[in-house]
């Protein structure tokens, strides 16, 4: 099992928007692995739950990024009240005096797409409710963080997406609504490149694959430990990967002193681990966009063989 080097972000402050759970709460862990101050946010608090009305909370996350090593420190925020973003960075300067990582992760729409709905069938309310959590939420975040992150150089911004740039392009998205918002978020990296790229810091899309998050685990009535009971009802998910995967994959950008290589760039957790070498916790690398291609969209039987 491959994870981030002990102590390799140490010194390093980080923002994770977006860590309650899923995805945000693995990369927020793995960067605290690798020895960072890692400041986590979200809507969910032990007080009071959003309108997911989940337990994880970001006072959670930031414990268990303490005892990964790192630093854990849990500030509610909702990314689009643009006052309490300019609170949270502003907080992060005083105590800090510095931000050299990003993560843009929020997202809380999983309760709003409607699969396979056209844009004139599909609850509007819901349709631009969940456009403004996925893009306005980011773009917000970027607006009142940046000019931190940009006191120092070297600065890296990861703006979490579903899908890579190639697959998204050639492939419809669950909906109008989910495909805008994920496309939107691409975009905005390829923006942000270049504006950071001359700057000194560097920006990066980044897509995990088939996310063993909380809410897919229940939904599947399983949990990680029993994970692989799911694959007889759904075959393709032998290809998933745990939210850590991903959370690998920022903690090694954020520590390649080359990382200004990927800027602009549409990226994914199977590709960077055959780059930088790390793997998910269970030892496996799995690729899940060149399975997509290759096994699941054309109709061939499931079979993680040579994908893992």
Known sequence: MSGPQQNTLEGKIALVAGATRGAGRGIAVEL??????????????RGKRSEYDRPETIEDTADLVTAAGGRGIAVPT?????????????RIADEQGRLDVLV????GGETLFEWDSTVWEHDLDKGLRL?????ETHAITSHHALPLLLRNPGGLVVEMTDGTAEYN?????????????????LRMAFALGHELGPRGATAVALTPGWLRSEMMLENFGVTEENWRDALERVPHFGISETPFYVGRAVAALAAD???ARWNGDSLSSGQL??????????????????YMVEVQDVGKTADATGYR
Do not use: C, M
């Not at 605290?32 to 608090?45: E, H, P, W």
């Not at 843009?104 to 997202?107: F, K, S, V």
């Open 32 to 45: 605290g692995a690798a020895g960072a101050t890692v400041y986590v946010t979200g809507r969910s608090t």
């Open 273 to 290: 681990a055959q780059v930088y070498g790390f793997t998910d916790r269970d030892g496996s690398r799995p690729d899940a966009w060149r």
């Open 169 to 185: 392009r050639d492939t419809y998205r669950v909906s109008f609504f989910y495909d805008l918002a994920k496309s939107s978020v």
């Open 78 to 90: 909702d990314h689009l009240v643009p006052s309490e973003v300019e609170a949270l960075v502003a």
């Open 257 to 259: 002193p080359d990382v």
């Open 104 to 107: 843009n992760d929020i997202w």
């Open 131 to 135: 456009l403004r959590l996925a893009v």
